[in-house]
């Protein structure tokens, strides 16, 4: 069974920066056709963050421009770098992970993704 280890959440301040890393294990990643990041608060349902699908790179509106998604040469390890981050950025962020999507758009829906991390916290106080 693939395992994706996450790491990274922390309780940091408004503006500070922070990296998140997600490793898949029990798989070769490079069968990982696409790989990215969702966060959850208990007022709203899982929302997507960002994605980085074969060679392409996708971002929320929300995070667009403090957030940057990357991985290594064979998609090893995924990190998420987030700059200037904000209270509203508090969440519990999910790794996720699949092989095949049906369609372009298919990153966007949490229920597109085959594999999902345990989450890590990730609180910013103001």
């Known amino acids: 069974q693939v395992h994706l280890v996450v790491s990274g959440g922390a309780l940091v301040q408004a503006g500070d920066s922070l990296t998140l890393s997600c490793i898949g294990s029990?798989?070769?990643?490079?069968?990982?056709?696409?790989m990215g990041w969702f966060r959850q608060t208990p007022a709203k349902e899982r929302e997507f963050v960002a994605a980085?699908?074969?060679?392409?790179?996708y971002y929320a509106d929300s995070v667009k421009g403090r957030f940057t998604i990357s991985g290594d040469s064979v998609k090893s390890k995924l990190r998420l770098q987030m700059n200037s981050l904000k209270p509203e950025d508090t969440a519990v962020y999910y790794c996720?992970?699949?092989?095949?999507?049906?369609?372009?758009?298919?990153?966007?829906?949490?229920?597109?993704?085959?594999?999902w991390g345990q989450g890590t916290q990730v609180t910013v106080s103001s």
């Open positions: 029990g798989r070769t990643s490079a069968t990982y056709y696409a």
């Open positions: 980085l699908n074969w060679n392409d790179r």
């Open positions: 996720a992970a699949t092989s095949l999507f049906s369609g372009s758009d298919d990153y966007l829906r949490a229920t597109s993704w085959s594999y």
